[in-house]
């Protein structure tokens, strides 16, 4: 089960782009990268998921180096809406149950006017 | 399609009251799934299930049963409720490869 790391905050300004990096230095073979974000008094929501180098979707980039010890989730150009909980993920896409959806305490980032 | 519907969406209890948490999906999941978060946190596995009549216990499973005697429905119990599982509850589910979808949430408080 692959241990993620991620600040626990970031602050930023409408406007600008947001990196937030997540490290798991011991990832298998066959885990993925997936990011959620969580709004106030909602649910989780998927955001991207990735296996190596780069993906891009409407909402946001998800950039992995080639050793994928660590991935970095790109915001561009945030507003106040993006005010929310970022939680890093690692683990097997196949897998049959729930256990290695471990969400940790993720990285509340505040966009401000 | 409405997704992953809980209910109800707040219940406060008495301690050592007993309660049903309602959880249903119309994706035709395998995989179901309960959550709670504190204050503060991030999300706690309790049960989960990865089909009908088949369910196993997460990270926090004390003080909580599960059934899933249908694709669709996978209510959590409280037995005997305690303040310590006053929290806010949420339940997901997803197919085999494919990200989770989470209902609302169910703020439960414990007096």
């Known amino acids: 089960l692959a241990k993620t790391t991620q600040p626990i905050s970031m602050d930023s300004y409408e406007g600008q782009e947001v990196n937030i990096t997540c490290s798991h230095n011991n990832i298998a073979t066959n885990d993925y990268i997936t990011w959620y974000q969580q709004f106030p008094s909602q649910g989780p929501r998927f955001i991207i998921q990735?296996?190596?180098t780069k993906v891009t979707n409407e909402v946001a980039s998800l950039f992995i180096p080639a050793d994928r010890k660590s991935s970095t989730l790109s915001l561009p150009r945030v507003s106040l809406s993006d005010t929310a909980v970022y939680y890093c993920?690692?683990?097997?896409?196949?897998?049959?149950?729930?256990?290695?959806?471990?969400f940790g305490t993720g990285t509340r980032l505040l966009v401000s006017p | 399609n409405a997704g992953v519907t809980q209910t109800p969406k707040f219940q406060v209890l008495k301690t050592g009251q007993s309660m049903t948490l309602q959880c249903a999906q119309d994706m035709n999941h395998e995989y179901m799934s309960w959550y709670r978060q504190d204050p503060g946190m991030g999300l706690r596995l309790i049960h989960y299930s990865v089909g009908a009549g088949i369910t196993d216990q997460g990270e926090v499973p004390n003080g909580y049963n599960v059934s899933r005697s249908t694709t669709e429905d996978f209510p959590l119990r409280l037995l005997s409720a305690a303040p310590s599982q006053t929290s806010v509850y949420f339940c997901?589910?997803?197919?085999?490869?494919?990200?989770?979808?989470f209902g609302q949430g169910t703020r439960l408080t414990v007096v």
């Open positions: 993920l690692v683990g097997d896409r196949r897998n049959t149950g729930f256990q290695k959806l471990v």
């Open positions: 990735g296996y190596k």
């Open positions: 997901a589910s997803r197919k085999e490869g494919t990200e989770a979808f």
